[in-house]
């Protein structure tokens, strides 16, 4: 379903993507774990073109994403960005439209959808993603838990294949926490595809079907989670779980 | 002969005595602003500025400051064309026969031409001495002298006009359509215009060779113009497409302006103008600059041999309004109540012409500034430098030269474009630039996540922008700004200067001519707080209900 061959990123002289290859199945949900500077986030963020690479290249279905700018990078991260959603660390909520608003906007205004359907489809969402009942209300009212939530409803709502999710409760609190891990947890088991960039050891451990852990622009190390936590292979595996368990 | 008494200030004149000369018990408002101007320049010069001090003061001093406009100021006073530092003219001539005579040295002051009298009333001057028209409203404020010059009115026209080669052709054009004539603005010629009712439409400029310009350019729809012949003769090389039409009219009289209570000064300054027309001197000046003509040698300024003026009095009053002598010689100043009832619903008029300047001119600006700011910061690199330049020209020049260049560069190269609309887009254009800064800080007060939320969600660049970024940044801007909406409504004044009559143009006019000075600021005062006020709380209001964790 995606898959990134070879992936290579530097910033001048530094390189923070070092040739990263992964794939991804449909259904599957898969998550990056690594210490901060690692590149995982960097290398979730390639996958939509939100981060240029120098080299390699990304498959999204059947469309091919090269790291040349030009018109044919463009027309590719045009399709893959209607078919491969994102949740943000910091929500990224619209502040100037309401719930609903937020959730039908891309639908509305990047599919042509219509809006009386649009606006049925967000209320099924904001219902799944248990805030049916704060349609018409301001984001910066609502608490980081449920802002998060109307994300995940936002990006549900352009029916993506996939789902990105960009560190999604770093900055939450662990109440905040659980509303949006059990949201995600529902998701991954409707068979939702997702790549999930996280510090979360208990949903990588109960959620995950694959567990990549990334150190220094590289894959060190890639498993199921049984294989990952139980016995892990790597210098760099065991010093990184026995740091998150430290903090 | 005795200088002393043939010069007083009340020598005899052909029929009725001339107000100019003879101290007819002043109305009582322009004594009672005149004490206040007194008593208020008193506590800042209290040695030089007590009534009958004039003459000491400049004899004391050993300078005589005299005041003129040197802008557009041929053949009166204007900067050499050999060395742009030094000023020629028959007036600078004349100050410094003036000054000689009184036995001190001239020196020039520089001031607006319809400002000139003001800045005497303030202490900058001890005489305005620059094509000042005998008029009954000056006689009686201030301290006129012997006339210097007897100027006639030509009516000027475009050579190709065969709609107008006569003053018939513009009193009853064949066509119908009004003629469009242009004036100095408070000058004899404009007073002259107005006599003639409402068969031409006037418009007032600020500069004379302004007012010839816009006849050769057809700009803003003026088919000729009404000017001070002298001023004609000066200029006719440089605006070679114009000619004279029919004679002269409207004959006046220059006269140099003292304060009213410095009756020794005028005393000495018409003496010095007799002395030099007694002994040729002020013919060689005015030959000098191709002034001496008819007019001067067969009137002989109008004095006879013992300096006693007996000039045509209808003839010169004739200038101001013809076949209304009556309330001619019955001039006085208005003021108080009265001068409001008068003149409050033209001042009122003109604050709806300020208006409407403003709202039309600032959401161009906005619009304009808005698309400034979006190219300079998400636009190709080419048109974003293209921005950022337009933005440093435009701010870095000043919106009097805007309005200048867009109203008589646009017609140079073809574009009509009216008075009105040009003070509108010389006012969005200057006020764009401010418009784009505050745009710039609005769209970069937007985190970046906001336009990653839209890419991500598949939204291309212009419509992420549309729909997400600028709406945001809208809100952010919405204070600035309404303030900077305020100040535009009080730079509408600047579009005087391209004749564009608004409040504050408006107010000089009255002002000038009741001596209402007082009273009428006080309108134009509360006219321009009555149409900012209501947006100061309106952006008050807006910074309250858009600070920044308010979404409504």
């Known amino acids: ?207 995950a079907n694959t567990v990549h852990i990334l150190h220094a622009g590289t894959i060190a190390e890639s498993g199921s989670p049984q294989q990952i936590f139980e016995s892990p292979q790597t210098e760099v595996t065991r010093e990184f779980l026995a740091e998150a368990k430290r903090a | 002969m005795d200088a002393g008494t043939s010069y007083s200030p009340r020598p005899h004149f052909g029929r009725a005595p001339l107000p100019a000369f003879v101290s007819v018990p002043a109305f009582r408002s322009v004594l009672i602003l005149r004490a206040l101007a007194i008593v208020g320049a008193c506590l800042l010069w209290s040695i030089d500025l007590q009534a009958g001090e004039g003459l000491k003061r400049v004899l004391q001093r050993g300078i005589l400051i005299w005041g003129a406009d040197q802008e557009g100021g041929g053949p009166f006073v204007y900067p050499s064309a050999a060395d742009p530092n030094k000023l020629e003219g028959f007036e600078v001539d004349l100050a410094q026969v003036l000054a000689d005579s009184i036995g001190v040295r001239p020196q020039f002051q520089q001031g607006q031409w319809e400002k000139l009298p003001d800045l005497m009333e303030r202490g900058d001057i001890d005489i305005v001495l620059n094509g000042y028209e005998w008029t009954p409203s000056r006689a009686e404020r201030y301290g006129v002298s012997l006339p210097y010059y007897i100027y006639e009115l030509q009516l000027l026209a475009r050579k190709d006009d ?108 018409n003496k010095a103008i007799f002395q030099a027309l007694q002994d040729g001197t002020l013919r060689k000046i005015l030959a000098k600059y191709r002034l001496w003509n008819t007019t001067q040698m067969m009137r002989a300024l109008e004095l006879n041999p013992n300096g006693e003026f007996v000039g045509d009095i209808d003839g010169a009053k004739s200038i101001e309004v013809e076949g209304e002598k009556a309330t001619e010689e019955t001039f006085h100043a208005v003021s108080g109540w009265e001068v409001i009832r008068q003149r409050g619903w033209l001042l009122t008029q003109s604050a709806g012409m300020t208006v409407l300047l403003a709202v039309t001119a600032m959401p161009l600006a906005i619009l304009i500034g808005l698309i400034m700011a979006v ?61 784009a800064e505050i745009y710039r800080a609005g769209l970069q007060a937007i985190p970046k996540g906001q336009l990653e939320a839209a890419e991500a969600l598949g939204f291309g660049k212009w419509l992420a922008l549309r729909r997400i970024i600028i709406p945001q940044a809208t809100r952010i801007v919405i204070p600035p700004v309404t303030n900077d909406f305020i100040a535009l409504f009080k730079d509408t004044a600047v579009c005087s200067v391209i004749t564009v009559v608004e409040l504050s143009k408006q107010y000089y006019i009255q002002a000038r001519s009741t001596g209402a000075i007082i009273e009428l600021g006080i309108l134009t005062g509360l006219l321009y707080l009555a149409m900012s006020y209501p947006l100061s709380l309106l952006a008050a209001r807006l910074e309250r209900q858009l600070s920044p964790d308010r979404h409504i």
Request: a neutral charge.
């Open chain 2, 162 to 269: 065969k709609t107008l080669t006569s003053w018939d052709d513009l009193i009853n054009p064949k066509d119908g359509r009004k003629k469009r004539v242009s004036v100095l603005g408070g000058s004899a010629a404009n007073d002259y215009l107005e006599a003639l009712g409402d068969k031409v439409q006037i418009a007032r400029f600020d500069g004379t060779s302004d007012a010839m310009r816009a006849v050769e350019l057809n700009a803003d729809g003026v088919d000729a113009n009404l000017q001070d012949l002298p001023i004609w003769i000066f200029y006719e090389q440089g605006f070679p497409r114009l000619t004279a039409i029919g004679n002269p009219v409207g004959r006046g009289y220059y006269v140099a302006m003292v304060r009213k209570n410095e009756p020794e000064l005028l005393a000495a300054v």
């Open chain 2, 375 to 435: 190219t300079r910061r998400y636009g190709p690199w080419l048109l974003a430098r293209l921005a950022t330049a337009y933005v440093e020209l435009v701010r870095g020049t000043p919106l009097v030269l805007q309005l200048y260049v867009i109203f008589f560069l646009l017609p140079e190269i073809g574009i009509a474009i009216n008075a009105f609309w040009a003070a509108v887009f010389g006012l969005a254009i200057n006020y764009s630039a401010y418009e």
């Open chain 1, 1 to 207: 379903m995606i898959s990134l061959h070879n992936i290579v990123k530097r910033y001048g002289q530094n390189e923070v993507l070092r040739g990263v290859s992964l794939s991804v199945a449909k259904g599957e949900v898969c998550v990056l774990l690594g210490p901060s500077g690692s590149g995982k986030s960097t290398l979730l963020r390639t996958i939509n073109g939100l981060e240029t690479f120098n080299s390699g290249e990304i498959q999204v279905g059947d469309v091919t994403l090269r790291a040349e700018p030009g018109a044919a990078r463009d027309a590719a991260l045009r399709q893959i960005r209607q078919r491969v959603g994102m949740v943000f660390q910091q929500f990224n909520l619209f502040p100037h439209r309401t719930v609903i608003q937020n959730v039908t906007e891309a639908p509305i205004h990047v599919l042509k959808r219509d809006p009386e359907e649009a606006r049925q489809l967000a209320k099924t969402l904001l219902d799944r993603v248990g805030l049916g009942d704060k349609c018409d209300m301001w984001p910066s009212s609502l608490s980081g838990g449920q802002q998060q939530r109307v994300a995940i409803a936002r990006a549900l709502a352009m029916n993506p294949q996939a789902i990105l999710f960009d560190e999604p409760t770093s900055a939450l609190d662990p109440r905040m926490t659980a509303e949006v891990t059990s949201v995600m947890t529902d998701l991954a088991r409707s068979g939702q595809t997702m790549i999930v960039v996280t510090h979360a050891m208990g949903f990588a451990r109960t959620v």
